[in-house]
């Protein structure tokens, strides 16, 4: 890697000269970067548009609605593994609850642990499954408080 040693001018946000007595440190003088790309090496700096992009792939999200019809219905598709899933309605008065499910071989029943839940106005809760060979399923039990949920999984 090849430094030039010259003044660092920083004019209207634009680098002109640089020089670099710490090859790791530059002082930017409360000046910003802009006009970065996507990263495409492990030490590239991100842009915003970039990391809003992977904090959002991180917190997958996804709505469903939930009647009195007391069927379950199929909210994630794997087979194993460890998930947080944050449940709320989209309505005041709705119940909602956080899950820790665990499962460690597809054929076994997950482990379903209710880290916080709270009941809706008209009395119904919210149960989570994780059956063997399946998926995760949600569940509303009792009447009222139907509507679209909000799920997170984390």
Not at 91 to 107: A, C, D, H, T, V
């Amino acid at each position: 890697m090849s430094f030039f040693r010259a003044p660092a001018d920083i004019i209207g946000g634009v680098i002109e000269h640089v020089a670099f007595k710490n090859p790791m440190s530059l002082q930017m003088n409360h000046k910003r970067i802009t006009e970065t790309g996507d990263p495409i090496e492990a030490e590239d700096a991100v842009n915003h548009r970039t990391m809003q992009r992977y904090v959002t792939d991180l917190i997958f999200a996804l709505e469903t609605r939930l009647d009195d019809s007391g069927l379950p219905g199929l909210i994630d598709n794997r087979l194993f593994g460890i998930v947080h899933v944050l449940v709320s309605g989209t309505e005041e008065g709705m119940p909602l609850g956080i899950f820790f499910l665990s499962k460690i071989s597809k054929i076994e029943l997950g482990t379903v642990t209710v880290v916080s839940s709270r009941e809706g106005s008209s009395g119904a809760t919210i149960h989570l499954t994780w059956p063997p060979n399946s998926g995760i399923f949600i569940k509303k039990d009792g009447n009222g408080n139907r509507g679209t949920y909000k799920i997170k999984f984390i």
